[in-house]
């Protein structure tokens, strides 16, 4: 009886609950819907976008 040894999975390799979730159900819950979040970084969101500026937030 040939006994077949599992391949360890590394913990990178592991998908998360919420991946899973996504590749049954889609992005927004939507099986098959498109992704349309749109991801704005920290500093574009913070820095105001009109008047004078000289690299302070606060």
Do not use: N
């Amino acid at each position: 009886m040939p006994w077949k040894i599992r391949r360890a999975i590394r913990e990178e390799e592991r998908q998360t609950e919420d991946q899973m979730a996504r590749r049954e159900l889609g992005p927004r819950g939507v099986p098959g819907g498109a992704d349309t979040a749109v991801m704005t970084s920290q500093r574009e969101g913070k820095t105001p976008r009109s008047g004078e500026f000289d690299g302070h937030t606060a």
